[in-house]
């Protein structure tokens, strides 16, 4: 989630990009919730849900697919946009949750009221990433867990998402930062313990840059688009 200054840009990005479009969410939604599905996302029917910085809302109806969930969910992003589509994907698809306007570095909700945070695609946006991750440690339960995927820099697609963005070629705010694999496990285990974390790869929106980056990766074991985590509180 992006600080106050970026508003404006991702509202444009919710109200006219591409990036909006309801398939092609649901498709890349659907990649990231297998992404944390491998790392051991599993979500049980009483566990209180934080979808932080939650766009459309797709990552956590898909996360929800397999589930009986009967628990709480909340989902927040900082643009306004983003949360009127959240609400009505929310409706279409049956979810009853608390959806709202939030800063991922100010959230407005009690400590330790979840027992699952998903931070899908959020710190690489962030001015302040250690206050971002105090204020997930903070909401986050005992024995808690947040799962957290980011782009990883050595990655074809990767690449070619920053010098699309450095161009003014797309509407979607520039990174950041951008993370290596030991990079981004060292910043979570300043705040959690990590669990388990991997490498994965573009789902079928990205079929050819997806290639490249697989074959690279035969090579290079730390190349991939994105990094995946799974983190418990660790105190």
Not at 21 to 32: D, E, G, H, N, Y
Not at 57 to 79: P, Y
Not at 162 to 168: E, G, M, P
């Amino acid at each position: 989630m992006p600080d106050r200054s970026d508003d404006a840009a991702w509202d444009k990005v919710w109200t006219d990009d591409p990036y909006r479009i309801p398939s092609l969410r649901a498709q890349r939604a659907r990649s990231k919730v297998a992404a944390f599905i491998a790392v051991g996302l599993k979500i049980d029917a009483q566990d209180r849900v934080l979808d932080l910085a939650c766009g459309s809302g797709q990552t956590l109806i898909e996360a929800l697919t397999k589930t009986s969930h009967r628990g709480r969910l909340v989902a927040c992003d900082i643009s306004t946009a983003a949360i009127r589509l959240a609400r009505g994907n929310f409706k279409r698809a049956r979810l009853d949750a608390a959806v709202f306007c939030a800063d991922a570095a100010q959230l407005p909700l009690r400590d330790e009221s979840f027992d699952i945070v998903l931070a899908s695609m959020v710190l690489q946006h962030v001015d302040d990433e250690a206050r971002v991750l105090s204020e997930i440690d903070r909401v986050l339960a005992r024995n808690g867990r947040v799962f957290v995927i980011a782009p990883c820099r050595h990655s074809i697609t990767t690449g070619l998402q920053t010098l699309r963005k450095s161009a003014a070629k797309t509407s979607l705010p520039a990174d950041r930062q951008s993370y290596s694999a030991p990079q981004l496990v060292a910043l979570m285990e300043s705040r959690f313990a990590v669990k388990s974390w991997r490498i994965w790869h573009s789902g079928p929106d990205r079929r050819i840059l997806g290639a490249i980056d697989r074959a690279l990766a035969r090579i290079l074991p730390l190349w991939g688009r994105y990094i995946v985590l799974r983190c418990e509180k660790s105190r």
